[in-house]
């Protein structure tokens, strides 16, 4: 029932990569704000490395000048959306495993409370984010078989579907992360949900 | 009086470059949001192109993915705030000439609506706007000397400012446009005009 229920609300596509830092703002905000204007989620995590290495590219933050900005700006910003922010000591993580668990859950009534949980793995606790114990840990948490989980999530077919799935980013034209799609129209980063779920909800 | 009561007013740097779709949006937003706040702009027109070449860079709205886009965000954005928008056939168009009379105009009361209607030039008539008779025509239609003002400005001291003034953009850190300065805290984008009011009306 509560699917059929759902799957008649507008929805909005959300890509992103666990080792984004504008990824993590928007990861902590979309659930409650797309809950709030009636809109269903599709979680879409992939991984940038991949597409940014197919277009001869950096990321952006590891330009002099630009990443000076940017860290500035991403403590801003976290400020002001009342989320916790810590610079991570690595950067850019990994986030290959917890990508492929988010894509066998994203369907999965966790699927939001586990990226969350990434992300300030990432940046509040400034903790490596590319293992299985502190994943399965996340999920054990939430009452899920975590250990189960994260060992399904790391076997053939899932491995093959992230490829997939970032391979289909790339021809929808993503360059970055995070993304909105609401049908056919692109947004490009967290600056942009708001934009994404009101046209979404229209 | 007038001069004497605003100095006291917080103040916003507003840094942007005429051939400059983003910092387009800004120049057309910024006057009316800032005096709602109470907050005075001193206006600082740039050039990016020198930054850029210093950068090693080109604009990123030449990169094919990022590009194809910005055009579409740059429409949808105009749409939001009510802006009318062409994208322009000549892009990036020179703005030396338009900067040179923006510096000249810096403290005077016609500085913002001459940056709008070049700004309108640019992107919604798809006009050139590196020509003295426009830019005269602009000051001509306010009632100002326009042909007297657009000749002192191609002189030598406000040419000399206006590459001071592009060097001090890079030292500042700027590395693209528009941006924002309250005190010494950086905002990079249109996205960012709302943040930084918000700050310097503090």
Excluded at 72 to 93: C, E, H, I, M, N
Excluded at 187 to 202: M, P, Q, T, V, Y
């Amino acid at each position: 029932m509560e699917q059929a229920t759902s799957k008649r609300l507008p929805e909005i596509e959300f890509w992103f990569e666990f080792g984004s830092p504008y990824s993590y703002l928007s990861v902590m905000r979309i659930e409650d704000e797309a809950r709030r204007l009636g809109v269903r989620i599709g979680w879409k995590p992939f991984l940038l490395g991949p597409i940014l290495q197919a277009l001869g590219k950096r990321p952006s933050i590891e330009e002099k000048e630009r990443g000076t900005y940017m860290w500035q700006d991403l403590a801003r910003q976290a400020r002001k959306y009342g989320l916790r922010w810590v610079r991570p000591s690595t950067f850019p993580r990994l986030g290959v495993m917890p990508a492929r668990v988010a894509l066998l859950g994203a369907e999965e009534p966790w699927v939001g409370e586990f990226c969350r949980r990434v992300m300030e793995l990432n940046f509040v606790l400034d903790r490596d984010i590319n293992q299985a114990a502190p994943l399965a840990e996340i999920l054990t948490e939430l009452d899920y078989p975590g250990a189960e989980i994260v060992e399904a999530a790391q076997a053939e077919p899932i491995k093959a579907r992230l490829r997939e799935q970032t391979e289909e980013a790339r021809t929808k034209g993503i360059f970055g992360a995070p993304n909105f799609f609401v049908g056919t129209e692109m947004f490009w980063g967290n600056d942009r949900l708001d934009d994404a779920l009101a046209l979404a909800s229209k």
